[in-house]
């Protein structure tokens, strides 16, 4: 037996019981333990579930992966190497374009030779010709540009082969009027000019004549926000009104805007007084003449162009050139298109005209429309 003394006082603890508790702290030490090793285990077993989870889950999505990957080969099969019959075939179809563009182009020559017969060739290139040819040495081409005939589109192209630009893309209007960098036949001095005149490629782009002209007046006087934004055809304009307009207001003489079609065409088919103002060749230039600008019967040119069959034109003269596969001939939609062929709108503006203007109007243009083989308009009497 032991002794304990506390707060003065004695009492005693048997052997037994002191056994007992001793027992009793062990086996709850035992408890403890299992309990201990009963959570270890359950973690474990928890996160070896979890694992094996994440792990079918990736399994899944490992076969739905192949199954789209299958799925996609199956609907886009590797392509078929061409057969002989097929690489035939298709040198054939290339070959025959060709020849059909290259008599083509002999009609639209012979035609215009014959035109020729009526104006007398320019003993040399006239100088307001010269001003209007684009030469690109690298690929040895000369273009003459015709205001209103797709012009921007051939300044994008020729800038990419003067390696000024990487591609067409995105060129703008603008950008290819400021800033290209191509030299003008009148860069050139006169041996210069004499083996471009026998070594290059030349052409240039023809479009219905009349048309032409209404192309002009919608792009450049009748749509009011670009009129005031380009100064450079407000002088035209004030002429217009000054002579043509009966009682014009002061504000309609000092800004020139919103000259009528009719006036625009008394401007038009009254050359003397044209002369008092159309001074320089710049901009006047998109309603003179298309003889007149490229002197066709004096240039003999590779290729005569037209912008009713432009698409097939630009195909045939790029795959001559050889750089098809480095420009393109991109839509009207890059320019500044007024879809002034369509009947509807041709039948408009027209209709405003009366006998005398519409005589007047054929009399100036009739040159081009013999030239370049276009159809007499209906409506000129």
């Known amino acids: 037996m032991l002794r304990s003394f506390d707060a003065g006082y004695t009492y005693s603890i048997p052997f037994r019981s002191l056994g007992q508790i001793c027992k009793m702290r062990i086996r709850m030490s035992r408890s403890l333990s299992r309990m201990i090793g009963a959570c270890i285990l359950a973690i474990a077993f928890l996160s070896m ?134 030299k003008f036949l009148s860069d050139y001095d006169e041996d210069q000019q004499e083996q471009i005149l026998k070594k ?64 625009f065409v008394d401007y038009l088919t009254h050359p003397d007084e044209r002369e008092k103002v159309e001074k320089d060749t710049h901009f006047s230039d998109h309603w003179r003449e298309m003889y007149k600008i490229c002197s066709p019967c004096t240039v003999n040119y590779d290729f005569i162009g037209k912008l009713e069959t432009v698409q097939t034109d630009a195909k045939y003269l790029l795959k001559t050139w050889g750089v098809e596969g480095k420009v393109s001939y991109l839509s009207s939609d890059t320019s500044r298109p007024t879809n002034s062929s369509s009947h509807a709108t041709y039948d408009k503006y027209f209709g405003k005209l009366g006998k005398q203007e519409l005589t007047r109007l054929w009399d100036l243009y009739k040159p081009d429309y013999a030239l370049f083989n276009y159809t007499k308009p209906e409506i000129i009497p």
């Open 49 to 182: 579930w979890e694992l094996y989870y994440h792990m079918s889950m990736n399994d899944e999505a490992t076969v739905d992966v192949q199954k789209q990957s299958l799925n996609q080969i199956r609907v886009q099969p590797p392509a078929k190497k061409k057969t002989m019959e097929e690489m035939q075939k298709a040198q054939s179809s290339h070959l025959d374009f060709m020849k059909e563009q290259a008599e083509i182009q002999r009609n639209r020559r012979r035609l215009l030779d014959n035109a020729c017969a009526d104006i007398p060739p320019d003993d040399e290139i006239p100088m307001y010709t010269k001003r209007h040819i684009y030469v690109v040495d690298q690929y040895k081409i000369a273009y003459c540009f015709v205001p209103k005939v797709g012009c921007s589109n051939w300044k994008r192209i020729l800038m990419v082969l003067n390696g000024d630009r990487d591609s067409v893309d995105g060129l703008t209007s603008n950008e290819v009027h400021l800033h290209a960098k191509m």
């Open 200 to 263: 290059y490629h030349w052409f240039f782009f023809v479009r219905e004549p009349i048309k032409r002209a209404l192309s002009v007046y919608r792009n450049k006087f009748e749509n009011y926000e670009y009129f005031l934004s380009n100064k450079y055809f407000h002088r035209f304009g004030k002429e217009i009104i000054k002579k043509w307009r009966k009682n014009p207001s002061k504000e309609a003489l000092e800004s020139g805007a919103n000259a009528t079609w009719p006036e």
